[in-house]
């Protein structure tokens, strides 16, 4: 059973930079042939998929967020991280981690979620 949790700041301010870290345990974030995504929420809007990053380290990103958005991992602590620039109110979401086997289309375990709102 995976198990992740995300992690970060509730409130973040305009320009500034969103940091979030999903903690993955019950299962490495480095098993062959898994993805690990970000996937947000805006208030009353559905899913959006903002990028994920895979068991070898690859990275995949949404066409409409790639230019401020960065993930990356640390394997020692079975950890990985959202980065999203220049920030404005329209990021304000649930942010939700989540896994997924490669290629499949579909998630086998989600974070809880966590509420960012950007405001000044």
């Known amino acids: 059973q995976v198990q992740l949790q995300e992690s970060g700041p509730g409130l973040v301010k305009p320009s500034q930079t969103l940091s979030l870290t999903c903690t993955a345990s019950?299962?490495?974030?480095?098993?062959?042939?898994?993805?690990w995504s970000w996937i947000r929420q805006p208030p009353g809007k559905g899913l959006e998929w903002m990028g994920a990053?895979?068991?070898?380290?690859?990275?995949d990103y949404s066409p409409s967020l790639k230019n401020h958005t960065s993930i990356s991992r640390d394997t020692s602590k079975n950890q990985f991280s959202l980065q999203l620039s220049s920030v404005t109110p329209e990021d304000t979401a649930v942010y939700y981690c989540a896994r997924g086997p490669y290629g499949s289309g579909r998630y086998d375990y989600w974070g809880q979620g966590t509420q960012v709102t950007v405001s000044s």
């Open positions: 990053i895979g068991y070898d380290g690859s990275t």
């Open positions: 019950g299962g490495s974030i480095t098993t062959s042939y898994y993805y």
